[in-house]
Each structure stands twice: as C-alpha cells, then as structure tokens.
C-alpha cells in the first residue's frame, strides 16, 4: 500500500498552471471563494490596450460559453468528470497502474485542480508530500457535496492560468485569439484546453505547431467521448493554429498603462482590484507608429559605424544597459496623450523613461529663451554675435560656451542662430533678459522641475521631465497657450457607474500668440533647413513641422521634439546611466529620424496649413543681414519675416504726425 501510494503521488501532475502561493485565501479549502479580476483598459476607440491587476481575469458564466469549449477540458483533464465525487478512483488506479509499470499519467480530477488553485495556501500542488493529497482530496469531495458540477467547472475554467499572466478562458480566449470566449471556434477551444498541463510548453503563439499536435490529441478524445461527431473534429483539425497580434490589444502599450494605474490609484479609485472600466486618450495607430519607429530608429543608430556601445541584440537577459529611448506625443488642442514609449522593452526593465526619467534637454531648451527674447521686443532679425564667450561664475570659475562644430560663425540673426543651434547666442539671450525671467516662462509653460539659474541652463544643463518638455511646446501650435497632459477620459466601476472623469486642463496664457507664432516660425526653419532637416526624408514640405533638435555635452542625451497643426511629439535618446552615446551624436542626426518615421507612419500633420496672424508686421528680409530686402538682394537670401508691432525696422514704421501733413487720403 505505501508503495502504491507513492506511485500515486508521482503520478499528480505538477503543471505549470498553479499559481505560487501569494495572499491567504479566505474560508476552506472547498469554498469556492471570488477570483481576482482585472480591470480592462481602453483606447480612444474603444479598443483594448492592456489591464491592470495581479491576474489578468474576466470571469464568465458558464452558460454563456459553446458546449464543446467546457466538454474540451472535460476530455482531457477529467473525463469521469460527471461521474465521480471529486476523486477519482478509476483514475488513481489507471496511474498507479502505469507508473508501476514505469509510466507517467496523472490523477488528479478537476475539483482537486480548482482546490490548488483557490486555495494554494491550504492545499500546494506543488508541494509532492502525502499529507497535500490528502487534504486536496478531502477538500474536492467536500467542494462536490457543496456545489454542482456546473459550479465547479466554471470556476476551474475562470481560475486557471493559460499562461502570460491571463487567467479564465476568457483572458485566453482575448489574448491569444483576440475574441470573446463565447465566440472560440471547436478547433480555438480545444487549442486553449491544451494549455492547462504546461502553458509554457504548449503555448499556440510561440508554439503553433505543438499546439496543433495536442489540440488534435484532444479533438479525438472529444469524438471518444460523445463530445463531437468525427466530422466535426475533422473540420477542426484542418483548422491552422492562428493567434493574434500584439497579444489581442490594438497597441502594445505597457508604459502607457502603468500610468493609467498610478493615476488612478493617487485618485482612490481601487483599479488594480478590478472590475473596473478604463477609457483612455491614446491612439493605438499612432502608438504603433511610435514603438515601431522607436525599435527601427535605435537599431540603425546601434548599426552606425563608431557605435561602441552595448546593443539590444546582444544584451544580457534582463539588463538594460543598451541604448534606450522614449516617445510621447500629445494632442496639442487638448493635451491628451495619443501615444508613450517608455523603453524598448517592457520586459526588460518597466521603467518609464518619459514620465519618470529627469534628462538634460540640451539645446531643445533653447526655443523657451528665444521665445522670452521676442516678448521683450527683441525681434528675430536682430543681429547676434555667434563668438567665443567668458562669463565669470562663483568663486572666479569662468564659462565657456561651445559649438558642437567647434565652429563661430560671427555675426548672425537670431533667426539664424535658433536655426543652426548656436550656443552662445542663447547663452548671450539668457543674460540679457535675465535667466529669472526665462525661469518664469518656463514655469508658465507647465516645466515643474528645478531650472538652475546659471548661463548653462540657457542651452538646456538643468534637467527635466521628458513629458513636461513636450507639453510645454504645446503652446507652440496653440499659439502661446500649453496643454496638461492628459491620459485618462473616464473609469467606470463594476456596475458601470463612472467614478473618475478628467477633462481637458489649458494652462494659462504663457506667452502672447503672437509670440508664440514668430517662435514657431523660426522652428519651422528648423525642420526646413537647420539642424533638423532629417525629418524631411520622412515627411513632405507640404506638411509644416516646427521643432528643435537637442544634444548634451559628450554627447549623451540626443533629443528632438517636434510640433505639426495637431500634434506635438518628443524623442529621446540616451543610457539609464548616462555615458555618450557615440561619437559625433546629435539630436538632427539619431532623434529627428524617429519622429519623422513616426509622423510618417500616422494620419497627423494633414490639417490646414498655419498662416501668419494680422496683428503681426511682415516684411521681407535679406537672411544674412537681417535688413529690408531691396533690388540687388538674391532671390535664396530672401525670406518673411514676423514683427510684434513695434519692433519691425524703422523704415516700415508710420509716423502718424507726418500722415496727417501728407494730406486727405483720397
């Protein structure tokens, strides 16, 4: 008899579906107690983009599913499932049978399964001692004088892992086949009841092919059974083994939703418990625009000659010590978050580069003092000296700023200095309208982290939140006013009451429109013909794009964040431990790409074209001068320029004391 019970206790099947033990479960070990569901996270149209909980799960009634999906598990777990009492004798016979005879089958009905899996504190599958089967088989009698055999195969069917962290057939069905339990096919459903004795092992994404060997095991056992006519096993059989996608969601989107959980955990609403129903402001299109330009984009920058550094494809398992990045890109009108990379793999490390890094943003700072310098009336053709610069510091330390030319280019305009990155004329901006001042619009644009007050800010050495950065170029497109980024639209409860809203959030006005436009055409020739002309090879010139490139010193941070009629977007490159990321790097070079990919890729930048306000003067000006334009001056020096009203050149101003002596106008 001992031997025989050891043999019996070989023969329990130590499938890969039972949890760890995690939290004491309440109650007995026959108790059918709730299971953990997930809250179900949304895009803005309506599709699914992840969940939130400690178990991916959306519990169903058994009723609501096809026959032939609960009769599958039946076949193949527990063919005497309707017969026995919980325990199955003529099974234990049949494995204590072969395993004396040096064979391997398992025992255990599925009642004891669902007891291990409700109650793996009381009961631990894992755990190969006498005493576990004892109580798990006491329990699973228990549990059948208690409920009926409906009640304990729903529950066995919502509660078991089919792998991923997807537990119930519904998460299986939703995941693997993109659909809702209720409309799994013969062949889906018996390719899911292949998954409860190794998830791992028979998993029909990784492993289509040994999905489809057992799937069809199971079909035939289902025509042994009465389940099915041969035909109908046949017709499933000829059926290939497809899943879906991205694991069912429209956009992989993890970083995105991690965010969604902090918001709404800091607002008390309790969605990691589940139930609950989230709808966000991201849009899966451009989402996937974004991660695939990101992947694309540091995979050609790991490529280039020079690149010494570690790379994604020869990483070690579970480090991220390889270059990184992040995209997010808003919705300028509204401040909604249409799309949030936050690495390049998830699984890798879940850290949230655009809303939990603190980066220096080089030069994409530059166009926040430039914007100050207009609105004290400096106009954008004034002239600028691009020179060698000593400014005195503290204690006597002297600064220097450089070009990452090595490079002076002597005296040019403000336009052109913004257009090709010129440091010391930010630098000799920030000291002319005080470093204070520049400081405030920062804070007006929405920037929260510290902005130290010393010359070196004025080309981007205070770090900030990559997310913060880029909704504070949303008052570029609108005109001086900036967004709040916002991810989340609504959360509805279990019950399908709303519980949390958040509606769109403008900042106050931080700077006048007009302002904000003269900024953004200089940004435009950013794009067009500066240091960010990269983005071109992507995208037309009929579509306007403004931005700003950004680098740090030794190369280390590469930036660039870009605005189009409806859209704003940022990219960064760099390591989690900053160290440069090659020779020669530079935003224009290794960011500006990504974005264009990205826009590229989307439905965005096709609204109609900005034109100037008129409040604003215009004239048209020789590009190297920075004067009026007059006869002899070359059609490709010639450009338009924008003037607050009363900063443009003397000679279009109007004396309206002469205009008077000129006499009647007729």
């Known amino acids: ?8 206790l070989l023969a329990a099947p130590l499938t890969a579906q039972q949890p760890a033990p995690a939290k004491p479960s309440t109650g007995e070990a026959w108790q059918l107690t709730p299971l ?7 895009a803005r149209d309506g599709s699914l983009i992840g969940e939130i909980g400690s178990q991916w799960r959306t519990s169903v009634s058994i009723r609501s599913l096809p026959r032939y999906l609960p009769q599958a598990f039946v076949a193949v777990e527990d063919q005497r499932f309707y017969q026995h009492d919980g325990v199955d004798l003529v099974g234990i016979a049949g494995a204590v049978k072969d395993n004396l005879l ?4 398992g025992a255990s009905t599925i009642t004891q399964q669902l007891v291990g899996n409700l109650h793996p504190d009381l009961v631990d599958r894992r755990d190969p001692g006498l005493g576990r089967k004892l109580r798990e088989q006491r329990a699973a009698r228990e549990m059948e004088r208690h409920y009926s055999k409906e009640q304990i195969l729903e529950g066995y069917l919502n509660a078991i892992l089919f792998g991923h962290n997807w537990y119930g057939i519904e998460a299986a069905a939703r995941h693997y086949f993109g659909k809702n339990a209720v409309h799994l096919t013969l062949a889906e459903a018996a390719s899911l009841a292949a998954l409860p004795k190794g998830p791992a092992l028979y998993d029909p994404a990784r492993f289509p092919d040994r999905n489809r060997a057992r799937r069809d095991v ?9 389940f099915v006519s041969r035909p109908q096993a046949q017709l499933a059989k000829a059926q290939p083994v497809t899943t879906v996608a991205t694991s069912g969601v429209s956009a992989s989107s993890p970083w995105f939703v991690d965010v969604v959980r902090t918001q709404l955990e800091r607002a008390g609403i309790p969605v990691s418990q589940g139930g609950y129903r989230v709808t966000t402001t991201l849009d899966p299109l451009l989402q996937r625009a974004a991660t695939a330009a990101l992947v694309e984009g540091t995979a050609a920058v790991e490529a280039r000659p020079g690149y010494r550094n570690p790379t994604y494809a020869n990483h070690p398992k579970g480090s991220t010590d390889y270059l990184q990045g992040m995209v997010v890109a808003m919705d300028p009108a509204t401040g909604d978050v249409r799309a949030l990379v936050g690495g390049r793999n998830y699984t890798d490390g879940p850290f949230n580069r655009a809303v939990n890094a603190v980066r220096q943003p080089g030069s994409a700072f530059k166009p926040i003092v430039y914007a100050r310098a207009i609105l004290d009336s400096i106009p954008a053709n004034t002239i600028v000296p691009d020179t060698s610069l000593e400014i005195v510091m503290d204690r006597g330390a002297l600064y220097r700023p450089r070009n990452a030319d090595g490079e002076f280019l002597g005296n040019i305009t403000l336009r052109e200095a913004l257009t ?16 204070d001042s520049v400081i405030a619009l920062a804070r007006r644009l929405g920037i929260r982290s510290y902005i130290a007050p010393w010359p070196s800010s004025a080309i981007g050495a205070s770090a900030v939140q990559p ?4 909704a504070a170029f949303t008052a570029i497109p609108n005109l001086g006013t900036a967004a709040e980024p916002r991810f989340v639209v609504r959360a509805d409860d279990p019950s399908g009451r709303t519980v949390y809203s958040q509606s769109v959030r403008m900042l106050p006005p931080a700077m006048p429109a007009e302002v904000a436009f003269i900024v953004r055409d200089v ?7 500066g240091t960010a002309t990269a983005v071109r090879r992507y995208v037309p010139y009929a579509v306007p794009v403004a931005g700003k490139t950004g680098t740090t010193d030794d190369n280390t941070d590469v930036w660039f964040i870009g605005a189009t009629t409806d859209l704003v977007a940022g990219v960064w490159l760099g390591f989690d431990r900053p160290r440069s990321i090659m020779p020669g790097a530079a935003g224009g070079t290794l960011a500006a790409p990504i974005f264009g990919q990205m826009l590229a890729r989307s439905a965005y930048g096709r609204g109609a074209p900005w034109t100037p306000l008129p409040t604003l003067v215009t004239a048209e000006l020789d590009r190297t001068t920075g004067k009026l334009a007059d006869a002899s001056t070359p059609t490709d020096r010639r450009y338009s320029e924008y003037f607050l009203a009363g900063t443009e050149p003397g000679a279009l101003r109007v004396d309206a004391r002469r ?8």
Request: aromatic share 6%.
């Open 467 to 470: 997310l913060d950065l880029v």
């Open 102 to 105: 040096g064979g391997h089958r």
């Open 36 to 42: 953990a569901q997930s809250s179900l996270v949304y």
């Open 1 to 8: 008899m001992r031997r025989a019970l050891h043999v019996l």
């Open 420 to 435: 090709r990155s010129r440091n010391p004329v930010a630098v000799q901006l920030w000291q002319r309208v005080t470093g």
């Open 659 to 666: 205009l008077f002596g000129w006499g009647p106008i007729p």
């Open 523 to 529: 940004m435009r020739d950013v794009v067009d013909r």
């Open 218 to 226: 199971i079909l035939d056992l289902m025509v042994v059974q009465g």
